[in-house]
């Protein structure tokens, strides 16, 4: 692993929830703005 030592700074209890974490948020914001700036998005979910 390339970036191994980031370990000795940060425990992975820590940032891989908090890395996990900020993609969710990334993913809902991405979605919120389709939904709300087209037209088809909430028509695809909706089927």
Known sequence: MNQGRIW???????GLPLFLGTVLVIAIL?????????DWFPAYWNG
């Not at 991405?30 to 087209?38: G, R, S």
């Open 8 to 14: 000795t700074v940060v425990k992975p209890t820590v």
């Open 30 to 38: 991405v979605h919120l703005a389709l939904i709300n700036n087209t």
